[in-house]
């Protein structure tokens, strides 16, 4: 198993939802976090609650649409830590936007965030990690979305296909330069969370999502994350799907 111990671990997106409890999770191995989200206050909390129980935490307010920020936040580590060895690509949007009705601004959001921060995020890790050892666990949180498409959500499901992409065109890097640097990612189905009342714009509609089925809760998401990075170095999980037992696709 990979020695996690003194490992700095960063999770994008980290005051909510599948961040936090990536955060509460990794925490448990004895990681160092660094942990950004828009949201401070939730930061402070959850910094608060991780440190109470032994765990070094770096947190920062990041707006992850502006490069300045996740520049600020990656140097700020390196400072304190020497950097990353482990990226938690977690931080992501959607809006239920069509394609032939859809805002512009919508969309430009849901690129922003979900496909060119996270390239950004992966570059500066991949420094990181070449300067520290070679080695090192980048992971994208995606979305079952990532291999449907949902009605209605082009837009955001095209998002989640370009981090298919991504993953599997970082890897092909990596090995022709050589490293032993590995790249994952996670697709969950229905996760309860802040996300669906924010994609559909309705409380109602996200708690009759929810009240279906049993759906996944965060937790799930992180044991499937901690079950990745826990791995031989010789073995590479690449695309992890975890469903609830009853959705359909």
């Known amino acids: 198993m990979t020695d996690q111990a003194n490992q700095v671990a960063m ?10 409890a990536i955060a509460q999770r990794l925490a448990q191995s004895g990681y160092r ?29 990041v707006d992850l649409r502006q490069e300045a920020d996740i520049l600020a936040f990656f140097q700020t580590v390196r400072d304190s830590w020497g950097g990353v060895n482990v990226l938690i690509n977690n931080a992501g949007l959607g809006h239920k936007q069509s394609l032939m009705e859809g805002g512009t601004e919508a969309w430009r959001e849901m690129l922003e965030v979900n496909v060119l921060a996270l390239c950004i995020c992966t570059r500066e890790a991949t420094r990181d ?15 079952m979305s990532g291999h449907r498409v949902p009605g209605g959500s082009g837009l955001y499901s095209a998002t989640k296909f370009a981090v298919r992409s991504l993953t599997e065109g970082l890897r092909q890097e990596l090995r022709s330069e050589g490293l032993d640097i590995r790249v994952s990612s996670v697709s969950p189905g229905f996760v309860e969370t802040e996300f669906a009342e924010k994609y559909h714009n309705s409380l109602e509609k996200a708690q009759d999502l929810y009240s279906k089925y049993p759906v996944l809760q965060p937790e799930d998401v992180a044991d499937a994350v901690a079950y990745i990075l826990s791995q031989p170095e010789h073995v590479q999980v690449h695309d992890l799907l975890v469903r609830p037992t009853r959705q359909v696709s």
Request: with cysteine.
């Open 129 to 143: 990690m070449r300067d520290k050892s070679g080695q090192g666990h980048i992971l994208h949180i995606s979305s």
């Open 33 to 61: 976090l660094a942990l950004c989200a828009r949201r401070e206050e939730r930061l402070l909390s959850l910094q608060q609650e991780l440190q109470a129980d032994g765990t070094e935490v770096l947190i920062q307010s």
């Open 11 to 20: 999770i994008t997106g980290a005051s909510s939802g599948i961040g936090r």
